[in-house]
């Protein structure tokens, strides 16, 4: 179905914006026939031909753009590269991209609409039977259940728990019996999958199953020890040759990390570039304002609880600031350039040159001050996890009016909205919260 969309979109085009009757035919014909194979190709490399990717429909239309994308900037660069563009219509081209992703979309969901009515029907579904304990075949069955796969069917449960009666329902599935009963039943049913559910500690036991079942044709599959469903991640990935259980993922590492780090680094060097006059302004009324340095330092927590100098313009008397405590409202600290520095956040300007050194980001968890920051560890646990990734200029927690001094409980939840901001981060995200940031600071509020 794929190849019928792929090379009937473009016919389709070619047809009806040109005409078949072009002297240029034998060029459209191959140019279409080399995109199929060439898409057809990306699509196999991208596993979109395996059963899995009907799983998951949202990754599979990423995957089925991606590769249409990729093939489409293929030929693009072929045809410029052979001096040969002209040959061609420009819009042929980019009307056969989008044609062609929109038929293939629809063929897919026509093809999954099928196997999932299919399976609900008991057809093309893939028949499941476990053997082991009660508890780990129960885990095993829930798990199973949440997917909500219509496809997925468990129909006998095998234990050799002696209160065992095949009369009996397990979690709404009939107890078929033990082992002994497994094969007789497997070469009666159809048992696509037989899962043995477990402790990995059994090793003995396991591998005698494993066996004794080698005669019968299903797949032979080991089901997780508890721990796989107690813990906070059912991920498996392949690690070194190894398939290992993932419990917790990195944030915003491999790719995201160069997006973010770029991102970061055109902004903040555009910014810096058109807010000098601005700072350099300010550098000057602060020197005539009050006695003493422009910059205020301050050591934080940052990447990895390293401690860094985070910058700022200085707006509070000299003898006082030293002690590095938090501003309250209408704090006699404050001086007269920075009651207004302040109130616009202008004084954080110069953390602009912390993102370009590297120990800060645009956007990300706001850091508190070290005495602060070791205080509230001891209040909230997990506080420590909002310094999984650079800290930020701006975050999720202050475009939603979480600033400055706040209670225990409005901690809990900035570090909430900064976990969330973590572990769901993307480069739209950051975009709207530097837009939500805008508004913010022109209302003032919680600046002081």
Not at 230 to 236: A, K, L, Q, T, Y
Not at 333 to 348: A, M, N, P, Y
Not at 416 to 436: P, Q
Request: some cysteine.
């Amino acid at each position: 179905m794929d190849l019928v969309a792929i090379v009937g979109s473009q016919v389709l085009v070619w047809g009806v914006h040109i005409g078949f009757n072009d002297d240029k035919a034998s060029l459209y014909i191959l140019t279409i026939l080399s995109n199929a194979v060439c898409t057809i190709v990306a699509f196999q490399l991208a596993g979109l031909y395996k059963i899995e990717s009907y799983r998951h429909p949202v990754r599979q239309i990423k995957l089925i753009c991606l590769s249409c994308l990729i093939v489409f900037s293929f030929f693009v660069i072929l045809i410029f590269g052979l001096k040969v563009s002209s040959e061609f219509s420009r819009i042929w081209f980019f009307l056969s991209l989008v044609l062609e992703i929109f038929l293939v979309l629809v063929s897919r969901v026509s093809v999954i609409t099928f196997i999932r009515r299919q399976a609900k029907n008991g057809k093309m579904a893939r028949q499941i039977v476990t053997i082991g304990t009660r508890s780990l075949s129960e885990c095993f069955i829930i798990a199973v259940r949440e997917q909500h796969e219509p496809w997925d069917q468990i129909v006998g449960v095998f234990t050799d728990d002696p209160d065992n009666s095949t009369d009996e329902e397990f979690c709404g599935i009939r107890l078929c019996g033990g082992l002994d009963e497994i094969i007789e039943y497997a070469r009666n049913e159809r048992v696509d999958d037989v899962v043995i559910c477990l402790p990995w500690s059994e090793t003995d036991i396991i591998l005698a199953i494993i066996d004794k079942l080698e005669e019968l044709p299903t797949n032979i599959r080991i089901a997780p020890d508890s721990i796989y469903y107690e813990g906070p991640s059912r991920e498996v990935s392949y690690l070194a040759g190894v398939y290992v259980i993932d419990s917790r993922y990195k944030p915003i590492s491999g790719w995201e990390r160069v997006a973010k780090r770029t991102e970061d680094l055109i902004l903040a060097s555009i910014a810096l570039a058109l807010l000098l006059p601005v700072m350099f302004v300010v550098a000057c009324w602060i020197k005539l304002d009050t006695p003493g340095p422009i910059l205020f330092k301050q050591q934080r927590h940052g990447y990895n609880n390293t401690i860094f100098n985070i910058l700022k313009f200085r707006t509070m008397y000299v003898d006082d600031n030293d002690e590095g405590k938090q501003a309250i409202r209408h704090d006699p600290r404050v001086t007269r350039s920075g009651h207004f520095l302040r109130k616009w956040s202008i004084d954080e300007l110069p953390q602009l040159l912390n993102v370009i050194g590297g120990t800060m980001s645009l956007v990300g968890p706001r850091p508190m001050p070290i005495y602060q920051n070791q205080s509230i560890a001891k209040e909230i646990q997990k506080y420590d996890g909002r310094h999984k990734v650079r800290p930020g200029i701006t975050g999720l927690a202050q475009v939603n009016k979480l600033r400055g001094e706040k209670t225990i409980e409005e901690m809990k939840q900035r570090l909430k909205l900064d976990m969330y901001y973590i572990n769901h981060w993307s480069v739209w995200l950051d975009i709207w919260i530097l837009l939500r940031t805008f508004g913010t600071v022109l209302s003032g509020e919680n600046a002081y």
